[in-house]
Each structure stands twice: as C-alpha cells, then as structure tokens.
C-alpha cells in the first residue's frame, strides 16, 4: 500500500469514527438540546487544545450480534486538553453510541486516561451521558465499572475529579460521578438514577418520569448529589472553566494566584449587618464586602442553604468560605448542612486552600426529625473535618456563636490558627431566652411578675454572656475587630501563615463519621 492510499484508509477510518452513532442518531442527540461528545469537549477546553487518543479502540464482545462498525472508538472519547490554561486529562461519553453505554473496552479507555491524570498530576474531567452497564457485555461491563470506581477513590485527594452529567445517566454510569469531587448538571439534560422509572414501575408499581426521579433540579435541590446547575451545556462549561481557575492541578501545588483586587464599593459591610441581632442578613453580601473583586464562586448554592461554601480570593490568593446564612433558617447546623460543609472543608485540605469561616449560628437545629435522621453521625462530620485540616485556618465571630455551633464553627478549640470576633459577636452556651429559661427557672415562676423577672434574667444574661470579651478574657478568640479591618485581618493572617506545616499522628486513615 501506497502513503496515499494508507492516508485515505486513516481518513476514512476517522471520518467514521467522529460520525459515532451516524446522522440519524446525533439528529436525535440535538432535538434535546445535547451536544455530541466531541462538540461537548471542543466547547469546553481551550481552542484547538484537544488531543484524542484511542479513536480506533475496538470492543471484543461477538455477543448478541454486535459488530464492530456500530460502536466506533466503543461510545466514548478521550484524550488531553487545556482548560484556562491548565493541563487536564477528559472523557465524553458518545451516547450516539449504544447509549454511551459502558463496555470493557468503553471502560478501558476510561481507565487509562485516568491513569494519565494520575501520573500527570492534573485534573480529570468526565462528561457522562450512558445507559449504564452494556448489557450485552455483561460482567464485563460490571468489570468496567469497578475499575472506575477503585481508580475514582485513589485519585481523590490527589487530582480534582470533575464530573459533568450531560445526559441520562443510569446504574453504574451515577456511582463514578459521587466519588469524585464535583457534580455538574444541566436543567432538561441531566437525570441520574440507580434504578429508572421502568424498574420502579415493575418493582413498586409506582410511575415516575426520569425528570422528577432524578432530574437536575431535585440532584442539586433535594439529593444533594450535584454541585453545581446550569440552564445549558455552553452555561454549565462557563461553570467549569471558572471553577478551575479557584483550584490547583493536584495536591502537590496551589491555586494559580490571580491579581489582586479590592471588594467592590457597593458593597459595605455596615449596610449588611442589621442592628437587631435576631434580624436575618445574607451572609453573601459579607463575603462579597471582603474578598477580592466581591468575586464568589459557591458551591452547592441550592442545597442545605443554611450554610454557605464556596471559593474567593484575598489578595489574588484562592481560600475556600464556609459561612452560616442567617437568612435560612437562622444558619443553624443540620444534616445537611453538616454534609455540605464537612465534604467542601476536606477538599480545600486536601488540595492546599486556606479556609475562612464566618460564625453566626444559634447551633445545630433541636428535633425529632434531625436526631432520627441521625444528626449527631453527620453533625461530627464537620467537628471531624476541621479537627483533622491542617490548611491555614482562620475563623471571624459575626454575631452569634451559641453552643456546640460555637465549637463546630472552627473554634481555637478544633485547631482555628486566628480567631476574630466583632464586637457584635454572642459567644455562649446557648441565646439569652433558652438560658434564662433553664438557669432561672424558678425565681421566675416564683416571681410576682414571672414576665418581668424574665426580661430582667434575659437581659442580665445577656449583658455578662452576648459579647466577646468573655472569650477574648479567655485567649478563645485571638483580636476583638471592628467589620471594616476584616479584610486586613484575613489578608494578614494568609500572609503569616503561607508556610505553615501542621502534621497528623501517622495513620493508614481514620474512620470519619458517615
Ligand atoms: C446497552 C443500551 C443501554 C445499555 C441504552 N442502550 N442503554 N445498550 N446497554 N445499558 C441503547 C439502546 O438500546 C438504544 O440502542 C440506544 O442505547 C439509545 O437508547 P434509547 O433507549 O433509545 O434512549 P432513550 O429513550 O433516550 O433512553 C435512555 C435510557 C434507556 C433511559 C438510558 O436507554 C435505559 O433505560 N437504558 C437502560 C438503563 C439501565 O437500566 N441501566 C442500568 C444498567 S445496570 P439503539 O440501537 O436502539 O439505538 C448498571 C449496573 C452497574 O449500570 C452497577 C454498578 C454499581
């Protein structure tokens, strides 16, 4: 054979790979506003940055007819690209292709682009869109999965792990995504189940449509299962090509840092904080009066809204936000809540991001409900979290800092390196009410007037315990400062603490609460 004849053959041998499932099957792909794989990357990495490997990887299975020609490259695309600059490692499932679904070879190739990211120390990003397991392929394909899941757990903690689910994502196809670091979804796109509504049919007899079982609206919203919702894929790429700016390549390094910017002049902390202490504020607008360009990119923003998380920078340098919201439900602590935070402050430990938290909570929230749903198992999950971080720790008391909440909020007590409080802060065992109430229950049943001596015992309470000079007599908080010398406070503290080097008893792993 000839140069020309063999570069007609790999022309060829191309031009149907990059078709993947044909016309008919992309027709059907962009009637639900979903692009195709390769369309997928091209949109999300940096201009011609993309490098396919492993377009001609064949399956091996002669089961249930199926050949070879209908499944090029096995129904999924893999390679190396640049996103904002940064070296990443990606894979897209074709669901043009057998419904993306997942073969050995399928699973291989996954594997091994996983295996790169590992050895090149940079970010794995997986678009997902698969009917699960090939059935077809049987315990081969299951075989695929467990690959993926074991390669997904070592690689956590090393390289971020972004998940994008850009399609129905069935079975097997949802278990790679909640071990890794971030979930992206898309609205009408993304559906991610165990078991599809023709199951629970059979099995309970129940109808359901995918869109309610497990639409992007209830992963983000009521699961908890995502991170982050978009109302398009070009959105939910934007999403992602900001996220990577925040974090580093592995765990070996730091975010990029960025020019440093001032908070913008609208926004000023004396407007936010209102001076009744039981009247509700978004903590958002704190965080954007005091980090950088008031730039926040949170996580997580529709679930468990009664704590905050996300990244901001301080002098050009990222730091991970943990906030409570008063404005949701007082910011107490909850299962949720406690989930939320507890995930988000180990993945700033793990990846070098100093965290900042924000304290206004009356604790975690009393119930029925929380304690059968087992708040004090996910309520250690963040004492846990903070007590073994050994990122630079900095905590600032806004306003009320009651009880366990108090200590959770990264207390000196969990290892916080600078604690600030304002002067508005109430650090006590409990508000006001509940203690007077308790300690000084009798004199004021015995009182002529119980609601008088009630006022009164609140009131004295209040005067020795709501403040933070008690914990300022104590060394519990490090600087009483006023809201507008925040920002210095929290750029001093970064800078003074950029070397810090805190170990942990050598151990094979601890045994987190779940
Ligand atoms: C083989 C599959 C497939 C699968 C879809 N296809 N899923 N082929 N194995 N798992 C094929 C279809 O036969 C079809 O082929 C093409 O993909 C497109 O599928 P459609 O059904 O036409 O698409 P749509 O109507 O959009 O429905 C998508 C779907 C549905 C909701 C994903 O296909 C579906 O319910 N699939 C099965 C999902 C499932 O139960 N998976 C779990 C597997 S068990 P043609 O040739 O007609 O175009 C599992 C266990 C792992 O994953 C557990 C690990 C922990």
């Not at 990357?41 to 209908?70: N, W, Y």
């Not at 081969?140 to 757990?153: D, H, Q, V």
């Not at 439900?329 to 299962?335: K, M, Q, T």
Request: charged share 20%; proline share 6%; with cysteine.
């Amino acid at each position: 054979m000839n140069l020309r004849t063999r570069l007609a053959e790999f022309f060829k041998r191309k031009e149907n790979a990059v078709q993947g499932g044909g016309p008919k099957a992309i027709e059907k792909q962009h009637a639900q506003g979903k692009l195709t794989a390769r369309a997928r990357i091209t949109a999300l990495l940096d201009p011609q940055s993309f490098h396919e490997c492993d377009m001609f990887v064949e399956h091996k299975c002669e089961d249930f007819g199926m050949d070879k020609k209908h499944f090029p490259g096995d129904g999924v695309v893999t390679g190396t690209g640049k996103i904002q600059g940064h070296p990443v490692c990606i894979y897209a499932q074709d669901f043009t292709v057998a419904g993306g679904s997942l073969g050995l070879m399928h699973a291989r190739k996954i594997t091994k682009i996983m295996d790169q990211a590992m050895k090149l120390g940079v970010p794995l990003i997986g678009i997902n869109d698969s009917g699960g397991a090939r059935i077809q392929e049987g315990v081969n394909s299951l075989a695929g999965y467990g690959e993926i899941f074991f390669r997904n757990t070592l690689a956590s903690g090393v390289i971020p792990q972004i998940s994008v689910v850009l399609g129905p994502c069935a079975g097997g196809a949802v278990y790679s995504p909640a071990l890794t670091d971030f979930v992206f979804v898309v609205d009408k796109i993304s559906k991610m189940f165990i078991t599809g509504p023709e199951v629970i049919k059979t099995v309970l007899g129940e109808e359901i449509s995918m869109e309610e079982l497990g639409g992007a609206r209830v992963q983000v919203e009521i699961s908890g299962n995502a991170h982050f919702y978009a109302a398009s894929e070009q959105e939910c790429f934007d999403q992602i090509n900001r996220l990577v700016t925040f974090i580093p390549w592995n765990n070996k390094k730091k975010a990029d840092p960025y020019p440093a910017a001032l908070p913008k002049p609208e926004y000023s902390l004396e407007r936010v904080i209102p001076a009744e202490p039981t009247q509700p504020y978004d903590v958002r607008d704190v965080i954007r009066a005091i980090f950088d360009g008031s730039d926040f990119f949170e996580v997580q923003e529709h679930w468990a809204a009664n704590i905050v998380v996300g990244f901001a920078r301080l002098k050009g340098e990222t730091v991970g936000i943990v906030a409570n919201q008063p404005l949701v439900l007082a910011g107490v602590l909850d299962v949720d809540s406690s989930d939320k935070a507890a995930r988000f402050i180990r993945f700033c430990d793990a990846f070098n991001i100093p965290l900042v938290t924000l304290v206004d909570l009356p604790g975690y929230l009393p119930g029925v409900d929380q304690e059968h749903a087992g708040v004090i198992r996910h309520g250690a999950k963040i004492l846990y979290a903070y007590s073994e971080a050994t990122v630079p720790k900095i905590t600032v008391i806004l306003r009320k800092a009651y009880g366990g909440g108090y200590i959770a909020m990264c207390s000196r007590h969990l290892g916080a390196d600078f604690l600030f409080a304002w002067p508005t802060a109430e650090i006590a065992v409990m508000g006001p009410e509940g203690a007077a109430n308790i300690i000084f229950r009798a004199e004021i049943a015995e009182a002529a007037d119980p609601a008088a001596m009630r006022r009164q015992k609140v009131a004295e309470y209040t005067e020795k315990f709501a403040n933070p000079f008690i914990a300022a007599a104590n060394g519990h908080v490090d600087a009483v400062i006023s809201p507008q010398e925040t920002r210095g406070f929290l750029i001093h503290a970064l800078e003074i603490s950029a070397h810090k080097s805190e170990s942990r008893p050598a151990k094979k792993h601890g045994v987190p609460p779940s």
